[in-house]
C-alpha cells in the first residue's frame, strides 16, 4: 500500500509563487510520481509528472512556469509554481504509478487571486 502525504497549498496573489511537495511511502518501484489538478465545473488534468529515470510530461498550460522535481531517496515529488494565475486556481492532487496500480493523495488547494 502507498501513502501520500501533500504539502504546500495555499492562497497566493496572481504573479507569486507556491511549492507543493508530496512524501510517499510503501512499496515504491520503478514509478512515476507528478500531480494533477481539478478546478471547479471542471475534470481533472495533468499538470505534470516525473518519472524514475527523470523524464517529465508538462502541460502546456504551466510549462516555463511551473517545474516539477524529485527526491529519489526520500520518495518526495515537487512542484514549483511560479507567475501563477488565477485559472491556475484548482485542487493539486499528488499521483503515484507503480506497476499494477496508481494512487492519488487526499488534495491540497492553491488558490490565485487576481
Known amino acids: 500500500q502507498v501513502q501520500l502525504v501533500e504539502s504546500g497549498g495555499g492562497l497566493v496573489q496572481a504573479g507569486g509563487s507556491l511549492r507543493l511537495s508530496c512524501a510517499a511511502s510503501?512499496?515504491?518501484?520503478?514509478?512515476?510520481m507528478g500531480w494533477y489538478r481539478q478546478a471547479p465545473g471542471k475534470q481533472r488534468e495533468l499538470v505534470a509528472v516525473?518519472?524514475?529515470?527523470?523524464?517529465?510530461n508538462t502541460a502546456d498550460s504551466v510549462k516555463g512556469r511551473f517545474t516539477i522535481s524529485r527526491d529519489i531517496a526520500k520518495n518526495t515529488v515537487y512542484l514549483q509554481m511560479n507567475s501563477l494565475k488565477p485559472e491556475d486556481t484548482a485542487v493539486y492532487y499528488c499521483y503515484v504509478r507503480v506497476p499494477g496500480n496508481h494512487y492519488w493523495g487526499q488534495g491540497t488547494q492553491v488558490t490565485v487571486s487576481s
Open positions: 510503501g512499496s515504491i518501484f520503478s514509478n512515476v
Open positions: 516525473i518519472s524514475s529515470g527523470g523524464i517529465t
